[in-house]
């Protein structure tokens, strides 16, 4: 069993930056992709950001990327989302998940298996 726990989201005017930090428990985490997913009030659960077991590899959400930056360090069992040039439109509920799976960063929040409670992250214009 894994599990996890977000820390750094907030209230940042449009343009600033945020970094979001996932702690996970358990022997396994440098054995999962690890990933972000946000839901905005009234919408579905969507994909933000992926990374590989070693880090080399990331995936992106296209609207995300170029200001958005995953990465984990499995020494201390945590995963970062950094988040500059915030937008309003980027204000949403972050979640960290992570998966068993193999062989593709394109994931969709039914390959997840294990999941945080949340962030809010709120961005004002």
């Known amino acids: 069993q894994v599990q996890l726990a977000e820390s750094g989201g907030g209230l940042v005017q449009a343009g600033g930056s945020l970094r979001l930090s996932c702690a996970a428990s358990?022997?396994?985490?440098?054995?999962?992709?690890m990933g972000w997913f946000r839901q905005a009030p009234g919408k579905e659960r969507e994909f933000v950001a992926t990374?590989?077991?070693?880090?080399?590899?990331?995936y992106y959400l296209d609207s995300v990327k170029g200001r958005f930056t995953i990465s984990r360090d499995n020494a201390k069992n945590t995963v970062y989302l950094r988040m500059d040039s915030l937008k309003p439109e980027d204000t949403a509920i972050y979640y960290c998940?992570?998966?068993?799976?193999?062989?593709?960063?394109?994931?969709?929040?039914?390959?997840?298996?294990?999941w945080g409670q949340g962030t809010q992250v709120t961005v004002s214009s």
């Open positions: 990374i590989s077991w070693s880090g080399g590899s990331t």
């Open positions: 998940a992570a998966t068993r799976l193999r062989g593709t960063l394109r994931l969709r929040v039914s390959d997840m298996d294990y």
């Open positions: 358990g022997r396994t985490f440098s054995t999962l992709i």
